[in-house]
């Protein structure tokens, strides 16, 4: 019998020194290996006593310092077991709650101080030591028993932890291994607590299982590190933390992970999702006729068959568990050697955002239409005066009442672009498209804006014989303002230049001037709403930075692109096409 514990204990204390050594260089940054190390440690320190106090007769002094490294061992076993716990369910904080320290680390220097200085843990009088069929056993004393209760308190603590959290997870793999540590931790406290603490307290000795059994299930959690990773940083932990909603689906649209907070959002909390297809669970759909979220309900079949990237802030979501709610969205093919394996979709709620957005919108059409009304009316008597002003031959009133008209007409396109802003927002913007020649329209658009500008020539480069469908009112638009945006950006220049060219498929429009250019950082920017570059001009030029934001708006709605080239101090050229094919 002695032989068999001398042989089990060498084989735990080995056991477990081995296995610190693996685990140690992998400790850095991770709290939870480190607190499981530490664990190890203290494993030891009990453990290698008592190995050696079964195999040597000690003088009472050496008996002493031994049992003192024991104590240090059994009576921070559960300290460090409860702060392993705490740190594997990420609620390391509670180990500086007051609860905690009273009672958690207090009583654990208590007891250590009565184990070193009184008789009252185990007697520290060596000729009292037991001498059973295994080995020597040093007999309890009467603190023995609480200190048995408090150990099992929190061991049972740290099980119910790991349990709750076990509870809580979405992560299959963590939940199993939640399972695992409980049995691991639950098997040696339950048959150590019989052998080692309530059969000794009542003074039954027998064969203690409690060092061998903690080594068994050390070296199971070791491998489970080792082999699957356990307490690493997983991808699983990473989306888990992501804060935003993460749902990813197969290709047979199975939904195979969905994160907490994308639970939350759809108000999924304690629904059984997995193996529910996406449809099941959940709509998206997107927003108005012109949102950029286009492929609305398809775009999970989108995303899937092209392998391409939908990024929108702009789609309605909802559950059957949650009302419609409007969400920033993207959703993105997860490839393998090239083939979409499955889809990710990534949305956080900005309703919030869109309400703002909307009551801004809301102020602008309001603005924009209550300012229009009398502008109206006071451009029409200005106009009226002008004429009075003519028939006089009133030369210096003339010039005044001319600037008044000319000011009235750039209020009234600035007025105008706030209220074809709104009406995008609000996806009011219709066309109303028929067959036109888009040579002659460019004619008539050149023709009348030429009347008002003396500063450039207007020079129109090749044609076009084919009609298109087209919006005329809309296109009209388009070409005043890419050519009054060249003529104002090139204010040193003597012409700007409107090209008309056919393609394949389409009849291009490019408006060359050779002005002030704009910074690549900007290009694409400037065709969102309000922006403008280059700060200095933004000053000495009048412009909401809405011009162009409107152009892509109506060529967008005819099917057609506009784009720019442009080099800094050289010149821009402005491209729109319409389709052949527009409907
Ligand atoms: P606005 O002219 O009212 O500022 P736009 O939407 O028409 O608004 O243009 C946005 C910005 O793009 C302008 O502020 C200007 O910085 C830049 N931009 C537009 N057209 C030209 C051009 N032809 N040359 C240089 N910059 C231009």
């Excluded at 077991?81 to 320290?101: E, H, Q």
């Excluded at 299982?209 to 068994?216: K, N, Q, R, W």
């Excluded at 907070?261 to 999924?268: H, I, N, Q, S």
């Amino acid at each position: 019998m002695q032989e068999l514990y001398f042989l089990l204990l060498l084989l735990a204390s080995s056991g477990n020194s081995i296995l610190i050594v693996i685990l140690l260089k992998r400790t850095v940054n991770s709290p939870i290996l480190s607190t499981f190390v530490v664990l190890l440690l203290l494993i030891n320190f009990w453990s290698i006593p008592q190995l050696l106090l079964i195999t040597y007769e000690f003088n009472e002094n050496l008996f002493i310092a031994i049992d003192k490294i024991s104590a240090i061992g059994y009576v921070f076993i559960p300290v460090a077991m409860s702060l392993f716990a705490l740190a594997y369910t990420g609620s390391l904080t509670t180990a500086k709650s007051l609860a905690y320290i009273l009672g958690v680390y207090t009583p654990s220097i208590i007891f250590l101080y009565f184990a070193w200085n009184t008789n009252l843990i185990e007697s520290r009088n060596y000729s009292e030591i037991i001498k059973t069929t295994w080995g020597n056993a040093v007999p309890t004393g009467s603190l023995f028993p609480i200190m048995v209760i408090w150990f099992e308190l929190i061991s049972f603590y740290s099980i119910f932890i790991i349990w709750q959290m076990s509870k809580k997870t979405f992560d299959g793999l963590r939940k199993k291994q939640s399972i695992l540590l409980i049995i691991a931790i639950a098997i040696p406290i339950i048959f150590g607590t019989i052998t080692n603490g309530i059969l000794p307290a009542l003074h039954i000795s027998v064969f203690p299982v409690a060092i061998p059994l903690t080594t068994i299930t050390a070296m199971i959690t070791t491998y489970a590190i080792y082999k699957y990773g356990l307490f690493e940083l997983s991808t699983l932990n990473v989306i888990s933390s992501i804060g935003n909603g993460v749902v990813i689906i197969n290709t047979q649209r199975k939904i195979v992970l969905i994160n907490d907070v994308a639970r939350d959002l759809l108000g999924l909390r304690n629904e059984k999702v997995y193996e529910k297809t996406f449809e099941d669970v959940l709509t998206l759909k997107s927003a108005t006729y012109n949102s950029t979220a286009k492929h609305g309900k398809n775009s999970i079949s989108y995303v899937l068959t092209t392998g391409k990237h939908i990024k929108a802030h702009d789609f309605f979501m909802k559950s059957k568990f949650r009302k419609t709610f409007s969400a920033e969205c993207t959703i993105s093919p997860m490839l393998q050697n090239g083939n979409v394996i499955g889809v990710t979709i990534i949305f956080r709620d900005n309703s919030h955002e869109k309400a703002v957005e909307k009551s801004k919108n809301e102020f602008i059409s309001i603005a924009s239409h209550e300012l229009k009304t009398p502008l109206t009316s006071v451009i029409a008597f200005s106009q009226l005066l002008e004429k009075d002003i003519i028939k006089k031959g009133d030369q210096q009133n003339l010039y005044i009442i001319h600037s008044i008209n000319e000011q009235l007409g750039k209020m009234k396109v600035l007025i105008e672009d706030l209220l074809n802003v709104s009406r995008i927002e609000n996806g009011m913007f219709t066309l109303s498209k028929k067959e036109h020649s888009l040579e002659s329209l460019v004619q008539k658009t050149v023709k009348d804006m030429q009347y008002g500008i003396d500063t450039h020539k207007l020079v129109i480069v090749g044609g076009t014989k084919r009609k298109l469908n087209f919006d005329i009112d809309r296109i009209y638009q388009v070409l005043v303002n890419l050519i009054s945006n060249a003529v104002k950006y090139s204010p040193h220049a003597k012409h700007v230049y409107i090209f008309i060219e056919e393609s394949e498929k389409e009849v291009i429009i490019r408006v060359k001037d050779s002005g002030i250019g704009i910074a690549k950082k900007d290009q694409e920017k400037i065709f969102e709403r309000f922006y403008r570059s280059n700060k200095f001009h933004q000053k000495s030029m009048v412009g909401f930075g809405l011009g162009l934001y409107i152009c892509a708006e109506i060529i967008r709605n005819h099917k057609g692109r506009l784009w720019v080239e442009s080099k800094q101090n050289k010149g821009s050229d402005f491209f729109f096409s319409l389709p052949y094919s527009g409907d």
